[in-house]
């Protein structure tokens, strides 16, 4: 059998406030992802976002600052295509 470990030209936004967790979740995704940002709350995600544009958005809900959902609701408001998780 022959898996195919080929990196796919997609970014990744990843949003987690636990450090421990971003940092095991992101060690295993750089697998499949060309890029990966980090952020630990939404306020800092947005600003990646606008900066950055990534193809994927994986977000926690409960974080300080701006929770997940809210972090969201601000990206649809521009973006309505972006997957988010």
Same mark, same amino acid.
């Given at each position: 059998? #022959?898996?195919?470990? @080929?990196?796919?030209? /997609?970014?990744?936004?990843?949003?987690?406030?636990?450090?421990?967790? +971003?940092?095991?979740?992101?060690?295993?995704?750089? !697998? /499949?992802?060309? @890029? #990966? /940002?980090?952020?630990?709350?939404?306020?800092?995600? !947005?600003?990646? /976002?606008? @900066?950055?544009?990534?193809?994927?958005? #994986?977000?926690?809900?409960?974080?300080?600052?701006?929770?997940? !959902?809210?972090?969201?609701? +601000?990206?649809?408001? @521009?973006?309505?295509?972006?997957?988010?998780?």
């Amino acid at each position: 059998m #022959i898996v195919n470990l @080929e990196k796919s030209k /997609y970014t990744l936004l990843y949003v987690e406030d636990e450090v421990a967790m +971003r940092k095991v979740t992101v060690m295993f995704l750089r !697998l /499949y992802f060309s @890029e #990966i /940002y980090e952020a630990s709350n939404g306020i800092e995600a !947005l600003e990646i /976002y606008k @900066e950055k544009k990534p193809d994927v958005i #994986i977000t926690d809900i409960e974080m300080p600052k701006m929770n997940g !959902l809210e972090f969201c609701r +601000r990206i649809r408001e @521009e973006d309505k295509n972006t997957p988010m998780m």
